[in-house]
């Protein structure tokens, strides 16, 4: 049974990094489509970004694309989410999510069925 475990989130002023984890145990991310979500107050879950472990394809949203870079460490069997110049806008919680995938590319609307527990990121001055 695949376990996912998030770590890394904090405070950060606007301009600023942090550096997202994703630690996966009971499985190898081989072959898995591993997905970044969040969610703020009030709001609905959205997608961040997503990794196709078995090819490196990479998907970015909109809000984020050329600010976050997704990447996996397959020694660590752990996905990172870097993220660069926050903005208030970024403050959620971050999930990371899994499904077994064999495809070339990921996609955001896969039925991810192994979550996280999430990480807070909050973007204040």
């Known amino acids: 049974q695949l376990q996912l475990v998030e770590s890394g989130g904090g405070l950060v002023h606007p301009g600023g990094s942090l550096r997202l984890s994703c630690a996966a145990s009971g499985s190898s991310l081989d072959y898995y489509a591993i997905a970044w979500f969040r969610q703020a107050p009030g709001k609905e879950r959205e997608g961040v970004s997503c990794?196709?472990?078995?090819?490196?394809?990479?998907y970015y949203e909109d809000s984020v694309k050329g600010r976050f870079t997704i990447s996996r460490d397959n020694a660590k069997n752990t996905v990172y989410l870097q993220m660069n110049s926050l903005k208030p806008e970024d403050t959620a919680v971050y999930y990371c999510?899994?499904?077994?995938?064999?495809?070339?590319?990921?996609?955001?609307?896969?039925?991810?069925?192994?979550w996280g527990q999430g990480t807070q990121v909050a973007v204040s001055s």
């Open positions: 990794i196709s472990t078995s090819t490196g394809s990479t």
């Open positions: 999510a899994a499904f077994q995938w064999a495809g070339v590319v990921c996609r955001m609307t896969i039925p991810y069925d192994y």
